[in-house]
Nanobody
Framework: QVQLVESGGGLVQPGGSLRLSCAAS????????IGWFRQAPGKEREGVSC????????YYADSVKGRFTISRDNAKNTVYLQMKSLKPEDTAVYYC?????????????????WGQGTQVTVSS
């Protein structure tokens, strides 16, 4: 069974850090583009970051550039999203997704598999 499971979300104060994990089972992440998306209440799902399957090329939305870092550990079949200097506007449910052929990295439609999401709340 193909499955993606996110973890690492929680409540953090502004300026704090969190590291999200996306663990895959039932398939190997090596051959997939992995994206992180987020969705706040009343807003559309937004592409935050992604990492390619082979070259390690990465993409970051302007809103998180310089604060978030995506990485992958193929041996652990896991992708991470390190988030620093968190702001209240980063509050959302964060999802990871996997796709084999992704041209528009920020588009949810390009991805085949999705996790269930993990809540990140940035508040004092």
């Amino acid at each position: 069974q193909v499955q993606l499971v996110e973890s690492g979300g929680g409540l953090v104060q502004p300026g704090g850090s969190l590291r999200l994990s996306c663990a895959a089972s039932g398939f190997t992440l090596d051959y997939y583009v992995i994206g992180w998306f987020r969705q706040a209440p009343g807003k559309e799902r937004e592409g935050v970051s992604c990492i390619s399957s082979s070259t390690g090329w990465t993409y970051y939305a302007d809103s998180v550039k310089g604060r978030f870092t995506i990485s992958r550990d193929n041996a652990k079949n896991t992708v991470y999203l390190q988030m620093k200097s968190l702001k209240p506007e980063d509050t959302a449910v964060y999802y990871c997704a996997a796709g084999t052929t992704v041209y528009r990295v920020h588009s949810p439609l390009e991805y085949d598999y999705w996790g269930q999401g993990t809540q990140v709340t940035v508040s004092s």
